[in-house]
């Protein structure tokens, strides 16, 4: 069994997807928080 290499396409690919994930929740949590905190303010 080979070592899983960390350079190789599959894995970069795999590291940016998941990266791409967590800025798109990052993004809609604090698109959440902002209307939150408009309909606090402005009801």
Request: charged share 50%.
């Amino acid at each position: 069994m080979r070592r899983n290499n960390p350079h190789s396409p599959e894995s970069i690919a795999e590291r940016q997807r998941q990266e791409e994930e967590e800025k798109r929740k990052v993004d809609e949590e604090r698109e959440r928080k902002r209307q939150a905190f408009r309909q606090l303010h402005w009801g």
